[in-house]
């Protein structure tokens, strides 16, 4: 689409520069999108721009068309001298407004009937999405936050006062997507909370209401400069100043990022402290990339109904629903306890997942990749260390080309529950270094004696948050994969992380609902074990 609008403008641009002689600042103005040519003035100024549009237009390729082409008054009084004018040229009249490049030109009835008219169809999207989320919720809301929602925000960038006029859909969007998407009802709290950011521990789902007017001051201000270009009719953007456009956005997208942080901040002093605890730990770079990411089944992006809301409960600490009270070992079958209990495996689980992924990707760019290596055996009584000194002792991976070519360095993985009771008191940071140094101290002199190598702690939560060692190794191996596939770095980056929190998410969601111990001896023989000609014929087993 791009490349078919750049032929076309450089196409048009000898009949602009036709027109242009026309054109005089206060008489006479005209606007070119594409092919789609646009021009405002006195009427009689307006005739002399379409005869001249209509004579030289079909000699460069360019044919206008009157039944395609509406005249819009300001007001009625011009009607008369309006008819008279173009009256011949089946161009339609009208004082009423029009569409025009997705936006409305008109006054404030024209403007308001005009978006009402959109909002009332968007609404029945937002229904009919909302219908779909009852069975796939992450589809759902991906469809909403990728596709649907942009629909508006167009409108809302390009015509001014349609605050009031989006309560319709934000009162769907509240009341019956997000019940949909989630499994319950939602308080004002919490539409506040699901309007932010994932990377800010919301859903995505903005308020129609609350933005509209921001994004359409938003517009003005970024295109003020574009707009006094097309206002004094100059032909070349040359004079159009990028890098003061440039300095706005980025002005413009820190007011957002302090305005969204001081809502936060106003939500977390609201919530309990079970949610507060939640939003501070979601907010770690990465933890929501299972939220955002496509539902590709090919993937494993794609959850089940159940499991994409037990997620979101997980995600703000919310209690699970339709699970038991207590697990199979005889504790209270909370949050922490479903991430902590060994029992049924899926601890280990939940390791093996995220260390097969990292060898996979690992594979692709270094060689002699090994899970589970045995590590050189201590023969010399003066090696000492306050580690791991067994003979048969273990490291998760191990790859040679990470760091330069030859040599040979170790990871070993760990996931930990943030929220478990014995970490109390303690902050992300020195949360990541506690973990980080206890693989250090179990490890590492003897992979810097002994192998020769390098040894790299991957520690992870159970919320998708990554060490700084972590992280250090991951835009290393993002590096390495785009050099070699000459992808984007950031696409390669994204993938990785994406694929890392799917991994965590999907074995966190298996220990929830999943069965843990033996299962209990039945009290009856199985149907293998029973000879069927043993089972009495009876005409009726009802009395």
């Not at 594409?34 to 009427?43: E, I, K, P, V």
């Not at 939003?279 to 794609?302: D, F, M, N």
């Not at 199979?328 to 949050?335: Q, S, T």
Request: proline share 4%; charged share 25%.
């Amino acid at each position: 689409k791009q490349w078919y609008q750049r032929r076309v403008a450089v196409g048009i641009r000898p009949l602009i520069n036709i027109l242009a002689s026309v054109t005089k600042l206060g008489e006479l103005m005209q606007a070119w999108y594409a092919d789609d040519s646009a021009a405002a003035g006195t009427l009689k100024k307006l005739r002399l721009w379409w005869d001249l549009l209509s004579v030289n237009g079909p000699k460069l390729g360019y044919f206008p068309k009157a039944v395609k082409t509406i005249l819009i008054l300001k007001e009625k009084s011009l009607l008369p001298a309006a008819t008279f004018l173009f009256g011949e040229t089946g161009i339609e009249i009208t004082c009423d407004g029009e569409r025009h490049l997705g936006a409305v030109i008109g006054g404030e009835e024209a403007r308001e009937t005009y978006v009402k008219k959109k909002v009332e169809k968007w609404v029945k999207d937002v229904e009919e999405l909302s219908d779909i989320a009852l069975d796939e919720p992450q589809a759902a809301l991906s469809g909403y936050t990728k596709a649907l929602c942009h629909r508006w925000t167009f409108v809302m960038r390009t015509i001014q006062d349609t605050k009031d006029l989006f309560i319709p859909l934000e009162k769907c969007i509240r009341e019956k997507f997000i019940p949909a998407i989630i499994g319950r009802n939602v308080s004002d709290l919490h539409r506040r909370m699901f309007a932010l950011p994932v990377r800010l521990g919301g859903l995505g789902i903005v308020n129609p209401v609350e933005i509209a007017e921001k994004e359409y001051q938003t517009s003005l201000k970024i295109t003020e400069e574009l707009v006094d270009l097309i206002y004094h009719q100059e032909t070349s953007l040359m004079k159009l100043d990028k890098i003061k456009i440039k300095g706005r956005v980025d002005c413009l997208k820190l007011v957002k990022e302090l305005r969204l942080k001081k809502e936060l901040a106003e939500i977390m002093s609201e919530v309990d402290e079970n949610t507060r605890e939640s939003l501070q730990l979601v907010q770690e770079h990465g933890s929501g990339a299972w939220l955002t990411c496509l539902p590709i089944q090919q993937l494993g992006y794609a959850y089940s109904k159940q499991d994409f809301r037990d997620a979101v409960h997980l995600r703000y600490g919310w209690d699970i629903p339709n699970t038991p009270r207590f697990c199979d070992c005889g504790a209270k079958n909370d949050h922490n306890h479903i991430l902590n209990c060994k029992r049924g495996g899926y601890v280990n689980y939940r390791h093996n997942n995220v260390r097969d992924s990292v060898a996979e990707y690992l594979r692709l760019v270094t060689k002699d990749v090994r899970i589970e290596p045995l590590l050189t055996p201590i023969e010399s009584a003066n090696f000492q260390q306050k580690g791991n000194n067994a003979d048969k002792a273990r490291l998760d991976i191990s790859a040679r080309g990470v760091w330069s070519t030859f040599e040979r360095t170790f990871f070993d993985v760990r996931i930990f529950n943030p929220k478990s009771p014995t970490y109390q008191g303690k902050t992300m940071p020195q949360l990541y270094t506690l973990h980080e140094n206890e693989k250090k101290n179990q490890y590492m002199n003897r992979v810097l004696q002994l192998e020769k190598g390098s040894f790299v702690p991957l520690v992870f939560t159970t919320t998708g948050g990554m060490a700084p060692e972590a992280k250090r190794f991951i835009r290393r191996l993002a590096v390495l994969i785009a050099t070699k596939t000459k992808e984007d770095y950031s696409q390669v980056m994204c993938n990785i992380r994406t694929r890392l929190s799917m991994d965590i998410m999907r074995s966190v969601l298996v220990a929830v609902r999943g069965v843990r111990g033996k299962a209990k001896k039945a009290w009856t023989a199985p149907i293998s074990n029973v000879s069927f000609n043993l089972i009495p014929e009876e005409k009726s087993y009802e009395g």
